[in-house]
């Protein structure tokens, strides 16, 4: 089972703080059931520093592997991170390693108006042949006030990921009712951790018990 979504990397963001929670974290995400993971560090403000986050990855990667954990590189990267920095020059260089899935945040504030700038960089991301994946959609207030929204992006060729975390309120503590909207019409693709630290995993445990049929789809 892959997680493709979490923020395992010691020191860069605002998940691990150091190597030792980041062992922490491959040993509950083992727990989980977890099999591989997808580092997708912050590419927004203040934390993104392409340099560093690489070279936190390839100390990390060694450590990871010890423990019996297959790891690669990829971000999760914000919108409006995304283009101040230049699509086209960065959305090769912030794909997932190897696979070329992009990893996509929206506003947690957007409005419904804001879709027409997210739809226009998702097409010039596809353009690119990469593979946009949707960051927690049951986050976003638009997509709260309005699931069809989701939907859209689902016609558009995305592939939206929730954040485990829904199942218990969500981060910013009103996820839960929409994401069920959104399991309940199909639309998510896969479950991962969104993990911060160590008792994150308990929730994807927990999440992909309950959503079983989804949870397959997190296989690599």
Known sequence: MRDMHCHILPGVDDGARDMAMSLAMVEAARAAGVTSIVCTPHARSPYFDYDAMWSAFHEFRPRAQEAGMPVRMGFEVAHAKLVRLGVRE????????????????????CEEGDFREYERTIYELQGLGLDVIIA?????RAVQRNVELAERLVRMGCKLQASADFIAGGRLGREKRPA???FERNLYRYIASDAHRPEHYR???RAVREYPRRGAHMRA
Do not use: I
């Not at 927690?136 to 976003?140: D, F, L």
């Open 90 to 109: 960065w959305g090769p260089r912030l794909a997932f390693q190897e696979t070329g899935e992009f990893l996509l945040e929206l506003d947690s504030r």
């Open 136 to 140: 927690h959609p049951e986050r976003y």
């Open 180 to 182: 069920k909207k959104l």
């Open 203 to 205: 929730l994807l445990a």
